[in-house]
């Protein structure tokens, strides 16, 4: 009844209650805004801003709104502006639990004056009151610039969040989408973006190049994996990457009659069939290095072309059955390895075209053709892993045909020779040529026999480093000093380790010629005593044999010194 009252019956019903309304206290005015809002079928919001309307200045002139009239004048805006400054420009939330501590502290020290109306304005003024107030203060202290307002946060708020938990066995052509970067070990520049598609219900993946990360680029990349999908595309989940939550993205997608949902921020598994492609799929194929540049792109789409149908059609994956916990322990069941083309054939909503249609394709492809095809774009992508696109250009161009004879090369390899190393190119890594190192002339070394000469004629710890810098100091002044002290105690290292090899040398030599050979002794320890070796000792004397030498071990215990 509502939507049939007319404009001029509503201006009747306003002008009638206006003046009750202005006259009226607070649980009458209520009672007459809900009269109001089912008569004429406004807001509530609406209904009060008629009803708080003046009358009419003259006849048929528009009614004139009523003016707010000003609390804070420039005495509260310059007072709140010398607040703002001393308190490091903090947000206006802040600043309000600090107005009662930092205002009595200026006007102690005669920083700020003020009536005691205005201080009670200053005492009383909201948060919001305060950031509206210091609007133009604000940006004239950034240099003019204001501050744009997100639009991503915006059109991430509006899409809806799904969770790995929410999907419930959905139909074949909702996906899982991300994006991975080769941008190596940094992410400055421009570099190529692999552009992911998961299908939820058969594990059916797409993978396409994206030059930049650009909103355009993603929706004509989903449009192209709309083409190689074998089933219509009814969903796509983002993350909350801004490629993604843009006002290109998410409008092109609801236009294209797709269901827009994202995850949470940092919560990584609830996009987990995606991310375990990136890993099983994008990253086995391209590896970890950078890669940048058109040539690359059109290399990495011919990848990703032979790619699809060998890991779709002959790559079988696991796929979660089942989840649950008891107590610390989470435990996991998987259905049996398959395909995404032997889950699409057994999904129930996929139909007999399209599975004929597989059917037929599955038919006609080679894996080994596939392989040596994935094989060739490695080896290719390989000379332009972690190159800029200028050093890129000397690079032979990739060949856009495949030979069968290149096929047929490689599948003579299979089963035959199994080559040391990573076989994909895109993994490798370019050894660094090894660079000699010289040694530098030392200016101990003129003296390297005189120091020799004082490590003989003394014992090593009575001669110390400090020692040798003072004595080459003394004949020498204007080469050594105290300076010196860390290159004498590294020489003095490198010749005590020289004599200590050499004492382990001729010990080991004079062991050699004078010890008689034990019979039976394998594992070099030369003991022939009791059985097991480290029993207990009695009061008997018990003998041991060591190198043919009896030993009285109760009587040698004895004569031991303490301690």
């Not at 003259?58 to 003016?67: H, S």
């Not at 040391?420 to 190192?437: D, M």
Request: charged share 25%.
């Amino acid at each position: 009844m509502a939507g049939k009252i007319s404009m001029g019956a509503r201006r009747e019903v306003v002008s009638v209650v206006t003046e009750r309304y202005r006259s009226a206290k607070r649980a009458e005015k209520g009672r007459i805004l809900d009269e109001l809002c089912a008569t004429t079928g406004w807001h509530r919001k609406h209904a009060v801003r008629a009803l708080r309307r003046r009358e009419a200045v003259g006849p048929g002139e528009v009614e004139a709104t009523r003016k707010r009239r000003r609390r804070y004048g420039a005495t509260i805006k310059d007072a709140l502006t010398a607040l703002w400054e001393a308190s490091d420009r903090v947000c206006g939330k802040r600043l309000k639990v600090m107005i009662p501590t930092l205002l009595p502290a200026l006007e102690r020290h005669g920083r700020l004056q003020l009536g005691q109306s205005d201080r009670d304005r200053v005492l009383a003024i909201s948060a919001a009151t305060i950031d509206r107030l210091l609007v133009d203060v604000k940006i004239a202290a950034s240099g003019g610039r204001r501050r744009r307002a997100g639009f991503h946060s915006a059109i991430r708020r509006e899409v809806p969040i799904r969770t790995f938990n929410d999907w419930n066995s959905p139909p074949p052509g909702f996906c899982e989408v991300d994006m991975v970067a080769h941008g190596g070990t940094s992410v400055a520049g421009s570099f190529i973006q692999t552009l992911t598609m998961v299908d939820i219900a058969t594990g059916w993946t797409e993978c396409l190049p994206l030059l930049t990360r650009d909103g355009s680029l993603v929706a004509e990349a989903i449009n192209r994996a709309q083409s190689l999908f074998p089933w219509l595309l009814r969903g796509v989940d983002f993350d909350n990457d801004s490629a993604f939550m843009n006002d290109v993205v998410v409008p092109w997608c609801r236009q294209q009659k797709l269901e827009v949902t994202r995850s949470r921020a940092y919560k990584k598994n609830d996009q987990a069939f995606v991310e375990q492609k990136n890993g099983a799929v994008v990253r086995r194929l391209m590896g970890y290095g950078r890669f940048d540049g058109v040539e690359t792109a059109r290399m990495m789409g011919r990848l990703y072309a032979a790619a699809r149908l060998y890991v779709n059609f002959f790559q079988p994956s696991f796929k979660l059955k089942e989840k649950r916990r008891e107590g610390a322990k989470v435990i996991k069941r998987y259905h049996a390895p398959l395909t995404p083309y032997q889950r699409a054939l057994a999904h129930p909503k996929v139909t007999a075209a399209v599975k004929r249609r597989l059917r037929d394709q599955y038919r006609s492809l080679d894996p080994v053709a596939l392989l040596a095809e994935i094989r060739a774009t490695q080896d290719e992508l390989g000379n332009r892993v972690d190159r800029r696109a200028g050093q890129a250009r000397c690079l032979q161009r990739a060949c856009t045909s495949t030979a069968p004879a290149t096929a047929a090369t490689f599948a003579k390899t299979l089963g035959k020779t199994v080559t040391a190393g990573e076989p994909r190119a895109t993994h490798r890594r370019s050894r660094r040529p090894y660079k000699t190192r010289v040694r530098m002339p030392s200016k101990l070394d003129p003296h390297l026999a005189a120091i020799e000469v004082w490590l003989a004629e003394q014992p090593q710890p009575q001669l110390t480093a400090l020692a040798i810098v003072g004595r080459l100091s003394e004949k020498h002044p204007e080469e050594f000093g105290t300076r010196q002290h860390s290159i004498v105690q590294r020489l003095l290292r490198a010749l005590r380790r020289r004599a200590a090899e050499q004492l382990v040398a001729e010990e080991s030599l004079g062991d050699a010629t004078t010890a008689a050979p034990l019979s039976g002794v394998v594992d070099g320890s030369g003991y022939v005593g009791p059985d097991p070796p480290t029993a207990p000792p009695t009061e008997q004397a018990w003998k041991a044999t060591w190198r043919g030498q009896s030993v009285d071990i109760a009587s040698t215990a004895a004569t031991a010194p303490s301690g």
